[in-house]
Every structure is written in structure tokens, then in C-alpha cells.
């Protein structure tokens, strides 16, 4: 992943308040993000995603398979 892409999936993130962002105001810059409740509410939904794909598509060649 870019640090392009990072960022742009981190502040989307944060603008759908899955995610809390917290600046430092540091030089270097320093930055932490932490899920919010609504963030943590999620988390069953991706946990569920995540028991259905091993359920139903178990080894990496099957993924591969499926992508084509």
C-alpha cells in the first residue's frame, strides 16, 4: 500500500467516524488512530466476513481462483 492510498483510506475512515485521529503537533509528525465506538461496533461485521471466506474459500489458491 502507498503512503498515497494510507492516507486517503485513513481520512475516509475518520470522515465516517470508524476512526478517531489524534496529531501530536510533533516535528517529526506523529499521529495515532484508534477505533471509535461506532468503529468497534463493526468489528463482528468484519470478523463474520473474515469466517465465511475461510469457511468458503479456506487455501490462498482458492482466493486466487476466485479473483480470476
Known sequence: I???V???ELKALTQSGL???KDFGEVPP???YRLT???KSFVPVVAAIR?????NLGE???LADAAE
Not at 469466517?51 to 469457511?55: I, K, P, V
Open 60 to 62: 490462498p489458491a482458492a
Open 2 to 4: 502507498t503512503p498515497r
Open 51 to 55: 469466517e465465511w471466506g475461510e469457511r
Open 30 to 32: 506523529k499521529v495515532e
Open 37 to 39: 465506538r461506532k468503529g
Open 19 to 21: 476512526i478517531d485521529r
Open 6 to 8: 494510507l492516507s486517503r
